[in-house]
């Protein structure tokens, strides 16, 4: 059949906000057309981008170079296929102290998103 588009209906629960909306999106040959049973754009833009590109913020912890533990994030979700990728680069990095949430612990840890501190560690 040339022409023909592969439609399929994906079903999936919004992470966005603890609300947890059920979405219906609608998938023709690989892109979202239509988000169904978000309540608000944040539901839209997440169904849209979860079948196509799926990211989630990382949440971890790291040593400090005093032996604290500092938890740490990124500053926007990276793609969620380069989490064990940006694990590994984080590794063993030790965070000079003191840091204060929102210090940039490493820049650009993927694409251009940051890794930040989440908590205060003197
Ligand atoms: S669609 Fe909006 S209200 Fe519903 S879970 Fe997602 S962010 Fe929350």
């Known amino acids: 059949m040339v022409g023909a588009i592969k439609s399929e209906i994906k079903n999936l629960t ?8 059920s ?3 609608t998938v023709e040959d690989g892109k979202a057309v239509s988000v169904e049973g978000n309540n608000c754009p944040r539901g839209k833009a ?5 079948v196509v590109c799926p990211r989630r913020t990382l949440t971890t912890s790291l040593r400090t170079d005093k032996g604290k533990m500092v938890a740490v994030k990124t500053d926007r979700p990276i793609k969620k296929s380069e989490i064990f990728e940006v694990m590994e680069k984080i ?6 102290t003191p ?3 929102g210090d940039i612990i490493i820049e650009k840890v993927s694409e251009d998103i940051n890794l930040v501190a989440s908590s205060n560690v003197e």
């Open 14 to 21: 919004c992470v966005e906000c603890p609300m947890g909306c």
């Open 23 to 25: 979405l219906k999106v």
């Open 46 to 50: 997440y169904g849209e981008n979860e």
């Open 91 to 96: 590794n063993g990095v030790k965070v000079a």
């Open 99 to 101: 840091v204060k949430i």
